[in-house]
């Protein structure tokens, strides 16, 4: 089965600036949702954000205002822009493929889920 491949992660400083990239091998993404997660060392993985096939989206609350999730179909890449960025936002980013419900409802049946990229806030 394909995984996904996250990119564009690395060290910033806080209040700085990041542009993750999430790129398909194995098939069109126009008709599913994708989904954004993080998970920092100890903690459970959470949703970050979700984009469905139609362009609805979905933020959890810390986010919003921050990150905005975005896609190219044409280039089977889903993108997560993150901006004003916190020393609490530092995890492993990953993203997954499913349904609108399984992304708002925390990812646990997504698939096709990617390695992660590092993204480390910090001076």
């Known amino acids: 089965q394909w995984r996904f491949v996250e990119s564009g992660g690395g060290l910033v400083q806080p209040g700085g600036s990041l542009k993750l990239s999430c790129t398909a091998s194995?098939?069109?993404?126009?008709?599913?949702?994708i989904g954004w997660f993080r998970q920092a060392p100890g903690r459970e993985r959470e949703r970050v954000s979700c984009l469905s096939s139609t362009g609805t989206t979905n933020y959890r609350d810390s986010v919003k205002g921050r990150f905005t999730t975005s896609r190219d179909n044409a280039r089977k890449t889903v993108y997560l822009h993150m901006e004003s960025l916190k020393p609490e936002d530092t995890a492993v980013y990953s993203c997954?493929?499913?349904?609108?419900?399984?992304?708002?409802?925390?990812?646990?049946?997504?698939?096709?889920w990617g390695m992660g990229t590092q993204v480390t806030v910090s001076t």
């Open positions: 997954a493929l499913g349904i609108w419900r399984q992304c708002t409802a925390g990812g646990f049946d997504m698939t096709n």
């Open positions: 194995g098939l069109n993404l126009h008709d599913w949702t």
